[in-house]
């Protein structure tokens, strides 16, 4: 089972719409994919318009006392499962913290990791939506995802947030993910996207080659609640997240 | 009758006829939104068994899906539970052998239930299905309906034979339950929609009408017992003839090799039975009939012995400590060549008018004698009882006159008449009380497997010593598999030692004081 997870600092980069279409597009090529939409607002669950609910909420789920097994929900998508939001994972952090004091013996930042290993036999591809933040879900996030998929807005911001990353990744012992970066919401008619593009792509060799544009056929997909790759599989968008599969899904 | 599944439904409307998918759909309508998927996919398959249905038999049933390249092997229980599946790169047109495919799951399964038999088309199926979505009311996919249209064909043929029912099948979406729950609630008040009483399978078989045999005789083929001798044997040696003339067609095929045992089977009870019930029949038949079916027996008996040998061999091979299994090697090609010369040989035989006017000719000579009835006595008990206890008292003293210095021939000979009052015992058996019947059965058992041992051993040593002759003669031995030939002949003579020694044994259970009374119940009932 190969772990992915999107994630960046910053709200609103094009995190869960990535997720939500390499999750089709995974699906789509025959892997037992999973999705877990671990943000409380819900974007990814309603896009698959499955309620953002889980029984017992998110300390159930941390605690053990409902399996993930148990919570997940089938999408309209063959091979592909959701795992819906809840409004409680916005405490995840407390829960997270104080799962360790509750005698599992497993330290704080690797319970999440804990939590997906019995999916193992299941899936294929497990995707980790997560919620904008540092925090100790984040750094759970960390330990537990083979890819840490970092869409990037080009700005020169966002390339020191990349750095800083991972920097903070490469501290880890044990276990540390692949970082892989790609430009999210990119306009071209911006001279400054493609200069940052340019430059990050020829000088560091995690960063993707593909861009995803900003495209109003992205935004569409809250109005079509479902992934672009689905709806519109022959859009310039699908075929950005297409090309960006791709090239991800060479190096599994 | 209990339904396959409380989810799945079939139409009870000619095929063609849409109107009761149409109300199933109106039905749920009721509490879904209802959406159409586009476009049917369509699966291909052929379900296989042995001839004799040993998957069947074990509860399971075994299925080919065809993909667009290659397919894959599907082992489910026959409520169709899934037990197992493997890739395979496509399903020949003849039969194939388990031990012929590639390594997995479903060979690892099924050989030891199937072997030494092969692998028959039961029945081919294209399936249709299209699947309509069933929504919540977000526009969420909760559960799903799945429309099949199935048209099975026999092995063999190439027209549809049989389309089967319209089956809809409502297939739940992970985390939904409730909702696939409420559909089929919502389906089952629909007119003209009954539970699937069958899973395809069996539909299948029905629909072309094959069913698994049950190994019991067709009415006009029982016996009673207070029915004249001479119809109650006329029925019995029908019967046997049906076997034979039901293995021939696989025999010539070269199926398995199973179809040529059943067939020897067959004639080694007739000639039984001519021998120890041929006097209730006509003058003359049972001595006609008699040498026919020796004729029959020993045309046979060559490819049979190399089938043996064959079947055997990678077991005799591995029993191997001074020589290496592949020194067997060239003894194993010298067998394919002489089992395929003397294959060709019997197939010709059987396919001439001798076979043909046998097999026509008795069946005409049994059916008379039935049909016109015969004298009212003896019944079929008075010769079964007599025949029987005949056989037994036969048993008794042979055996007892047996000394540990006792010539071979002496055991071969008790072989022989050991296996005449087993074929008594089954022939009768609808006759006989089931509990004192498997008593006695399961004794004789013991020591036929003593006295088979013990001659079998023989004969293939002798045999093997014959084959080591023929190689040299034809120069395919070389030294080592000669040497290995001799190993292979010294463990078969410890193998014969071991049943002379278990013989004293097994025949004192069988003929002693205990055995005797377990016959005399049998023939007379308890006191």
């Given at each position: 089972m190969k772990i992915f997870a999107t994630y960046n600092i910053k709200g609103g980069v094009g995190k869960t719409t990535a997720a939500v279409n390499l999750a089709y597009l995974s699906a789509a090529d025959g892997f037992r994919t999973l999705l877990w939409d671990l943000d409380p607002q819900g974007a990814a669950s309603f896009l698959f318009r499955v309620k953002p609910r889980v029984k017992g909420g998110g300390k159930a789920l941390i605690r053990g006392t409902r399996t993930l097994d148990d919570a997940i929900k089938g999408t309209d998508f063959d091979r592909l499962d959701l795992l819906p939001a809840d409004f409680t994972y916005r405490n995840m952090d407390l829960l997270l913290g104080g799962a360790a004091t509750t005698g599992t013996g497993t330290k704080p930042t690797r319970k999440l990791a804990r939590l997906l290993k019995p999916l193992a036999a299941e899936y294929d591809h497990v995707f980790l939506d997560c919620p904008p933040s540092i925090s100790l879900v984040s750094e759970n996030v960390m330990h537990a995802a083979d890819v840490l998929l970092v869409p990037l807005i080009p700005t020169t911001l966002s390339v020191r947030t990349l750095d800083q990353l991972t920097e903070f990744v490469a501290g880890f012992s044990g276990h540390r993910p692949d970082v892989r970066a790609f430009f999210s919401m990119v306009d071209r008619r911006k001279k400054l996207h493609q200069e940052i593009i340019a430059t990050l792509q020829s000088e560091r060799a995690d960063v993707a080659a593909t861009p995803i544009p900003a495209l109003s056929m992205i935004e569409r997909m809250s109005v079509e609640r479902a992934p672009v790759t689905a709806f519109a599989p022959n859009s310039v968008a699908a075929r950005a997240y297409r090309a960006l599969w791709s090239e991800l899904s060479k190096d599994i | 009758m209990i339904a396959a599944s409380l989810r799945e439904f079939v139409a009870d409307a000619p095929a063609g006829d849409d109107s009761v998918a149409a109300a199933a759909l109106e039905a749920l309508s009721a509490a879904f939104t209802t959406a159409e998927e586009t476009g049917t996919t369509t699966d291909r398959l052929i379900w296989l068994d042995t001839f004799d249905w040993r998957l069947y038999r074990a509860g399971l049933m075994l299925r080919f899906e065809q993909a667009r390249r290659g397919g894959r092997l599907v082992l489910s229980r026959t409520d169709g539970t899934q037990q197992a599946e493997q890739p395979v790169a496509g399903w020949p047109r003849r039969p194939r052998l388990p031990e012929d495919l590639p390594d997995g799951p479903v060979r690892d399964r099924i050989i030891v239930l199937t072997s030494p038999r092969a692998l028959l088309p039961l029945a081919r199926a294209v399936s249709t299905a299209s699947v309509t979505r069933l929504l919540n009311a977000d526009g969420k996919t909760v559960a799903r309906l799945v429309t099949e249209h199935t048209t099975v064909t026999a092995p063999g043929t190439t027209a549809p034979t049989a389309e089967l029912p319209a089956r809809l099948v409502v297939t739940e979406v992970r985390g939904y339950p409730g909702q696939a729950r409420r559909a089929a609630t919502l389906l089952a008040a629909v007119p003209g929609l009954g539970y699937a009483s069958q899973t395809v399978?069996?539909?299948?078989?029905?629909?072309?009408?094959?069913?698994?045999?049950?190994?019991?005789?067709?009415?006009?083929?029982?016996?009673?017992?207070?029915?004249?001798?001479?119809?109650?044997?006329?029925?019995?040696?029908?019967?046997?003839?049906?076997?034979?003339?039901?293995?021939?067609?696989?025999?010539?095929?070269?199926?398995?090799?199973?179809?040529?045992?059943?067939?020897?089977?067959?004639?080694?009870?007739?000639?039984?039975?001519?021998?120890?019930?041929?006097?209730?029949?006509?003058?003359?038949?049972?001595?006609?009939?008699?040498?026919?079916?020796?004729?029959?027996?020993?045309?046979?008996?060559?490819?049979?012995?190399?089938?043996?040998?064959?079947?055997?061999?990678?077991?005799?091979?591995?029993?191997?400590?001074?020589?290496?299994?592949?020194?067997?090697?060239?003894?194993?090609?010298?067998?394919?060549?002489?089992?395929?010369?003397?294959?060709?040989?019997?197939?010709?035989?059987?396919?001439?008018?001798?076979?043909?006017?046998?097999?026509?000719?008795?069946?005409?000579?049994?059916?008379?004698?039935?049909?016109?009835?015969?004298?009212?006595?003896?019944?079929?008990?008075?010769?079964?009882?007599?025949?029987?206890?005949?056989?037994?008292?036969?048993?008794?003293?042979?055996?007892?006159?047996?000394?540990?210095?006792?010539?071979?021939?002496?055991?071969?000979?008790?072989?022989?008449?050991?296996?005449?009052?087993?074929?008594?015992?089954?022939?009768?058996?609808?006759?006989?009380?089931?509990?004192?019947?498997?008593?006695?059965?399961?004794?004789?058992?013991?020591?036929?497997?003593?006295?088979?041992?013990?001659?079998?051993?023989?004969v293939q040593r002798a045999e093997i010593h014959a084959l080591a002759d023929a190689m040299l003669a034809e120069h395919a031995g070389p030294a080592a598999t000669l040497l290995a030939m001799g190993e292979i002949a010294a463990k078969l003579a410890l193998s014969q030692a071991e049943a002379r020694a278990e013989f004293a044994v097994r025949f004192a259970r069988f003929a002693g004081p205990a055995g005797q009374e377990r016959v005399r119940v049998l023939l007379e009932g308890r006191p």
């Open positions: - | 399978f069996t539909a299948a078989l029905t629909a072309l009408g094959r069913h698994p045999s049950d190994g019991g005789p067709p009415a006009d083929q029982e016996i009673t017992a207070t029915m004249p001798a001479q119809v109650a044997v006329a029925r019995l040696l029908l019967r046997l003839l049906d076997t034979l003339e039901l293995n021939v067609d696989g025999v010539l095929r070269d199926i398995d090799t199973e179809f040529l045992h059943d067939f020897r089977v067959a004639v080694r009870r007739t000639r039984s039975a001519l021998k120890l019930l041929g006097g209730v029949l006509p003058a003359d038949l049972a001595g006609y009939y008699g040498a026919e079916f020796k004729w029959l027996g020993d045309l046979t008996t060559p490819t049979r012995d190399l089938d043996v040998h064959l079947l055997g061999f990678d077991a005799m091979a591995a029993q191997l400590v001074a020589a290496s299994p592949a020194d067997l090697e060239p003894l194993r090609a010298f067998l394919v060549r002489r089992r395929a010369r003397e294959f060709r040989r019997l197939a010709r035989t059987l396919r001439g008018p001798r076979f043909r006017a046998i097999t026509d000719d008795w069946r005409k000579a049994l059916l008379e004698i039935r049909d016109a009835g015969g004298p009212p006595r003896p019944t079929a008990a008075g010769l079964a009882r007599a025949t029987t206890g005949r056989a037994f008292r036969k048993i008794v003293a042979q055996g007892a006159a047996i000394t540990p210095t006792s010539a071979p021939e002496s055991l071969h000979n008790l072989r022989k008449r050991a296996k005449e009052l087993r074929y008594l015992l089954e022939f009768f058996a609808p006759l006989h009380d089931p509990v004192s019947y498997r008593k006695v059965v399961s004794d004789l058992k013991q020591l036929q497997d003593c006295l088979g041992e013990f001659q079998d051993s023989e």
